[in-house]
Nanobody, 116 residues
């Protein structure tokens, strides 16, 4: 069973940057497509970015050009570099497998709040 622990969230002003991290337990991380998701209050969890085992990336239109997803398979780590943050980016951010696969149990997530 793979478990995820997300970190790196916080309070940031509009236009600022944050780097989120996700550490995954288990030996299957490197063979899985991985993704970041977020859930704002009152909204459903939404997919925002994917990175394949080989490093190819896909982004939701809402974050394209501002967020960068990456991974370090040797360390079982997933990252999300966020820049030009907007108030609408405020949410709890989670990592997991890509949407077309069976998800592992969700972690606690990390809160990102964009506010002046």
């Amino acid at each position: 069973q793979v478990q995820f622990v997300e970190s790196g969230g916080g309070l940031v002003q509009p236009g600022g940057s944050l780097r989120l991290s996700c550490v995954a337990s288990g030996s299957s991380f490197s063979t899985n497509g991985m993704a970041w998701y977020r859930q704002a209050p009152g909204n459903q969890r939404e997919w925002i970015a994917t990175v394949t085992p080989g490093g190819s990336t896909i982004y939701a239109d809402s974050v394209k050009g501002r967020f960068t997803i990456s991974r370090d398979n040797a360390k079982n780590m997933l990252y999300l570099q966020m820049s030009s943050l907007k108030s609408e980016d405020t949410a709890v951010y989670y990592c997991n497998r890509i949407p077309s696969t069976r998800w592992f149990p969700w972690g606690q997530g990390t809160q990102v709040t964009v506010s002046s």
